[in-house]
């Protein structure tokens, strides 16, 4: 097959990824240097359309790049007025009171925002400022330097068969070259997951950890609505099954965000990360609140854990990992956007000096040093220990040492050191035959629903006859593996039912792509207990069009 012939455009610095990490990046190098070509590439078909966060803001990294942000109409609209935090039983719940948490936990001085159109608002600054920004542009290759430094990205590739052969309306995409790529895919991006393992910049640090966050959008009868008040709980319904909870966020417009984290290391592989949000929708608690209210979106994707000590080295020739594309969430406080801006703005300082310099396509030193000796490296070193004891030792022992240990880092030391998360999630899955089977209430299509029915509630679209973008390193593991070693756990990991064992009389037993449900979350990539699944970009403009997530 001959080589594909692709036009080239050139740029100082090529940004993947319109998440806040990107733009904040973008915003940056045009506010210290106007004359610098800026391009932000997003596979969302709009800005905003594949951004999922919890969330509520700190924002400090928006202070700190655009300080009037007020006046400009940021949409940062409800301040958090107040805050709880529970502890769940199957029937009732105990309130920790708020002096016992530690000062990092307090929410106020910070916004209830959908981060979608956050970042939609930021999209305008960088365009005001000059940045060229593409949405819809999937970038499914890097493009390496005679030297194999980064030097670009291949975007905008539509058109091939499903078979991957070039259709009839094929369009071989452009390679955009920067003297520095900047990744800001997000959590486990398939350009990121690339240059880590190329360069080896795990080398060094602890494993990647990883949670699967599920939300729900929900217009409640006003007469329940508390705008500003923000509701964390855990315990009930995962229990010893798996680590994880809930947050419930009290938005404008009698609206309310209800999401629920499963973190990724459980050992059953009969959990249903899914299901136990659904189940935890009919506490007495919640399901007094959502009575009589409806969902009007739903959406999910992974979020990285693992904290401080598993932050992979961040510079590579010719470009830099950015925001969760190197793992910057605080997960005590379910936070990682703040971060995600600050190191936008880090990479983009450093880049800004090295052109000063006369430099192109090295290391950005700088950036890693910022990051790991400024506030963003502060923020994650006071709680880096909070998941691996989670891991290890449980809920109750995270809560009191780990509480502990966030005191005492607040006066700047910790006890513990520096302790190790152990194994991967993926190698955290035990056998099926080690574990019993849970059984799960079947959705009441009112406060719980079935996974199609909410899919359909975060418009996924996929054009269906393009590649299947989940690929199978081996199409044999998933039936003669992982069905009677694990029970076949994608048909439950999934949280938009994308893999599914189809039986049919006198035939064998068949594993099914509907790669068209996909949401990007990345929880197959990171799950599959054979690492068998790759997650890969479609063309540009398919997946989720999340509207106000």
């Avoid at 240059?195 to 409640?220: P, T």
């Avoid at 798996?242 to 404008?252: D, M, N, P, R």
């Avoid at 590649?467 to 029970?487: E, G, R």
Wanted: charged share 20%.
């Amino acid at each position: 097959m001959a080589e594909i012939e692709r036009e080239a455009m050139e740029y100082d610095v090529v940004i993947v990824g319109a998440g806040p990490a990107g733009l904040s990046a973008a915003i940056r190098l045009k506010q210290l240097d106007a004359d610098l070509d800026v391009v932000v590439l997003e596979k969302g078909s709009e800005v905003g359309a594949h951004i999922l966060s919890g969330a509520v803001l700190d924002p400090v990294g928006l202070n700190k790049l655009i300080p009037d942000w007020k006046e400009k109409g940021a949409p940062l609209n409800v301040p958090v007025e107040n805050d709880n935090f529970y502890m769940l039983g199957e029937a009732g719940q105990i309130r920790v009171p708020n002096f016992a948490m530690p000062p990092l936990m307090n929410n106020h001085g910070n916004y209830i925002v959908s981060m979608g159109n956050v970042c939609r608002w930021m999209a305008e600054q960088a365009e005001e400022l000059g940045v060229e920004i593409f949405p819809g542009m999937a970038c499914s290759e890097l493009v390496y330097g005679d030297d194999g430094e980064v030097k670009g990205v291949v975007a905008g590739e539509f058109g091939k068969n499903a078979d991957g052969t070039q259709g009839p309306s094929y369009e071989p995409g452009m390679e955009l070259h920067g003297k520095y790529v900047f990744l800001s895919e997000g959590v486990r991006g398939s350009l990121s997951k690339e240059v880590i393992e190329k360069f080896a910049l795990s080398a060094g640090h602890d494993v990647q950890k990883y949670g699967v966050g599920m939300k729900e959008i929900w217009e409640i009868d006003p007469a329940k609505h508390k705008e500003g008040t923000v509701t964390h709980t855990m315990g009930w319904p995962l229990g010893g099954n798996a680590g994880g909870g809930s947050f419930i966020y009290h938005l404008e417009n009698n609206q309310v965000y209800v999401g629920f984290v499963v973190h990724l290391n459980y050992k059953n592989p009969h959990l249903f990360p899914y299901m136990e949000f659904q189940r935890f929708k009919h506490h007495p608690m919640v399901a007094d609140l959502l009575k009589g209210g409806k969902r009007i979106a739903y959406g999910a994707r992974a979020i990285t854990e693992g904290g401080y000590q598993s932050m992979p080295k961040l510079t590579f020739p010719g470009g830099a990992l950015l925001g969760c594309s190197a793992g910057m969430v605080n997960v005590p406080r379910i936070k990682g956007n703040h971060n995600a801006m600050l190191s936008g703005i880090a990479a983009a300082e450093a880049a800004v000096e090295a052109f000063k310099d006369g430099r192109q396509s090295d290391e950005l030193t700088d950036y890693e040093t910022v990051v790991r000796d400024g506030e963003i490296g502060d923020d994650l070193k006071k709680v880096r220990n909070v998941k691996p004891l989670w891991s290890k030792y449980g809920l109750l022992a995270s809560l009191a040492v780990g509480g502990m240990d966030m005191w005492t880092n607040t006066f700047g030391f910790s006890l513990l050191g520096t302790l190790k998360h152990g194994k991967s999630d993926a190698d955290a899955t035990e056998e099926a035959s080690k574990h019993k089977v849970i059984d799960y209430p079947k959705p009441d299509g009112t406060l719980s629903f079935d996974r199609l029915t909410n899919v359909a509630f975060s418009f996924t679209n996929h054009e269906e006859s393009q590649p299947a973008h989940l690929h199978l390193k081996d199409p044999s593991v998933p039936v003669n593996i992982n069905l009677p070693k694990y029970a076949g756990p994608a048909a439950r990991y999934c949280p938009a039912g994308v893999y599914e064992y189809v039986e049919e009389e006198g035939k064998d037993t068949r594993f099914v792509i509907n790669f068209q449900n996909c949401v990007h979350c990345k929880t197959c990539d990171i799950k599959d207990p054979s690492q068998n699944i790759n997650w890969t970009v479609p063309q540009g403009g398919d997946g989720p069009n999340y509207p106000n997530m």
